[in-house]
């Protein structure tokens, strides 16, 4: 069986292969984790996006529901109506 023989040359290889690639992983591993960040942001903003799209086709043909979050969002009230309002 043949015995490796460390050299300090293979030290020295290694070495420097450490030392030029592992800053670049490091930004490597920094930008992927960003990525995957921004990625669930965008996901975030469709799904809200998508939500807001709705409640405006809904505020344009809905006149009951524009009534709703008139009541509830500013206070209005009809005429000879008087609004409460129950502080928690």
Not at 26 to 31: L, R, S, T
């Amino acid at each position: 069986m043949a015995k490796i023989k460390i050299r300090p040359l293979y030290i020295g290889i290694i070495v420097a292969l450490i030392v030029v690639f592992l800053p670049g992983y490091a930004k490597f591993m920094e930008i992927r984790a960003r990525n995957i960040h921004l990625e669930k942001e965008i996901e975030r903003l469709e799904k809200e996006n998508i939500r807001l799209y709705k409640e405006t086709k809904q505020l344009e043909e809905d006149i009951d529901y524009v009534e709703k979050v008139a009541r509830e969002s500013m206070g209005v009230a009809r005429e000879g109506e008087i609004p409460i309002r129950i502080e928690p």
